[in-house]
């Protein structure tokens, strides 16, 4: 990389830097720290929640999968796309009444702070691996680019992310979202794939080159685009920093309009990158390490100073996702735990200050586990096995269902979490099986006690529990 590549690059940092500082004028009650103010109107809207969905694993995995397994890699984005879409058209117009600020919140006033808080530790889980797949492409990015070893590689990225989110909260991510949006726009469909196509002769070229499977939809297999279901179809639909990004509209008609938009982004986003890897495929197809097959063609084929912009578009995917998920894991310890239990009186200033220190400490902690696991991909199907499996079913039947009792959404919880974690241990962390088991125990479990507890049902001005075999 020459000395205009890396003043582009150094000059994008720069500016997220001087965005995280206008965030803290913007960031004056806990509205506005927490959720941006609610004031987001329809274009800002979309950029915002493409941008926390088009991430550094799905920028980087997408080209990855392209390489490996043609044009079906598609399906990877593609179900986080639906997810959001199902998200807009389903779920907005259940949510939007709640004031809340997180997904553990909803439940709270739907079952009780017993399973706020159990789902609070679970999602926070959850969005703090979210952290960690974007860390690791950060690293591996910079680590690529520069020649520096991985762990200072993630200290820079994960630093620059770590301050402004820090200083403006949400107003600091949505600023900086919109920015990553238009760069990820123009590096992604402007640049890096009409230079890749041109690079192999054209998409007639590019097909009469590819195995025969590689331009099959399905060559990567009925079992993974089924557990790409499981994981990102139902986990983008109750995913927190999905959610928060999705309560900063205006309004409920701006939530479902730009949540289906985002979505549509994110299947054109999926092909893209699917055939910006069969070009890699084409180009260097001895490549010792598929997951750095963007930044490897991009390296190959780019010319100075668009090398700079495409590679400042990975670095707003990955710096994007790390944002709004490091923000929502703070916000539902800090809201969710810290503001239930141990500081009820908190003020705005002091949920504030709060999130910022409980935002730094999971900042070093995804820094941590991004140097113990390394493995993009692994780390984002554990992060949504997590929660699709133990928080999609107790969401939803609340949503849709008024018999399910506060126990039954408690037990679902604990136990599909026991079962997951004890699945990865027995099966390993990239089988479909913990997420299957989880959706299914949770299920049979918040099924099973609700049947079998008392319920609430109005007769006249009093609520009377009917228990079984007093149903009316």
Known sequence: ????????????????????????????????????????GYFTHVGCLAAVIIGGAATMGSTTLGYDFGISGFWFVTMMGLGIAGLGLFVVNKISGYEVFTIS???????????????????????????????????????????WSVLPSMLIGGGIVLFYTILGGMWSITLTDIIQFVIMTIGVFFIMFPYSINSVGGLTAL?????????????????????????????????????????????????????????????????????????????????????????ALALKILPPGLLG????????????????????????????????????????????????????????????????????????????????????????????????????????????TIVIFACFVVYGISSTLPIIYGLFTGTTVLIGVTLFSSYPVEIGDQSVNIGEGERP
Not at 112 to 124: D, F, H, K, P
Not at 218 to 228: A, C, L, P, S, V
Not at 271 to 288: D, E, F, H, Q, R
């Open 105 to 147: 919140q909803l439940l709270g006033k739907r079952y009780g702070e017993g399973t706020q808080l159990i789902s609070a530790i679970v999602t926070a889980i959850y969005t703090l691996m979210i952290v960690v797949t974007q860390v690791i492409g950060m690293g591996n990015v910079i680590h690529v680019l520069l020649g």
């Open 309 to 416: 912009l495409v590679l400042a578009s990975v670095c707003s995917a990955l710096m994007s996702n790390a944002s709004g998920a490091l923000f929502a894991s703070a916000t539902l310890l800090t809201n969710d735990i810290i503001k239930v239990y141990f500081k009820k009186d908190m003020d705005d200033k002091g949920v504030i200050k709060t999130s910022r220190i409980v935002t730094l400490g999971l900042g070093i902690l995804s820094i941590l586990f991004s140097v113990w696991i390394q493995n993009i991909l692994v780390a984002l199907d554990m992060a949504y096995a997590i929660l699709s499996g133990a928080i999609f079913v107790p969401l939803v039947a609340g949503l849709f269902w008024k018999r399910v009792t506060s126990k039954a959404a408690f037990s679902a919880i604990v136990v599909s």
């Open 1 to 40: 990389m020459n000395r205009l590549d890396t003043s582009v690059l150094i000059l994008y940092f720069g500016m997220l830097i001087v965005v995280g500082i206008i965030g803290i004028k913007k960031a004056k009650s806990e509205k506005d720290f927490l959720l941006a103010g609610s004031r987001l």
């Open 207 to 295: 097909f009469h080159s590819m195995p025969a499977d590689h331009l099959s939809l399905t060559n990567i297999g009925w079992d993974r685009i089924f557990q790409y279901f499981l994981l990102y179809f139902f986990g983008l639909i109750v995913s927190q920093d999905i959610w928060q990004r999705v309560f900063t509209a205006k309004n409920q008609k701006v939530m479902k309009s730009s949540a289906v938009s985002a979505g549509v982004y994110s299947l054109f986003y999926a092909l893209a990158l699917s055939i910006v890897g069969m070009c890699a495929l084409v180009l260097l197809p001895n490549l010792g390490e598929s997951q750095s097959a963007f930044t």
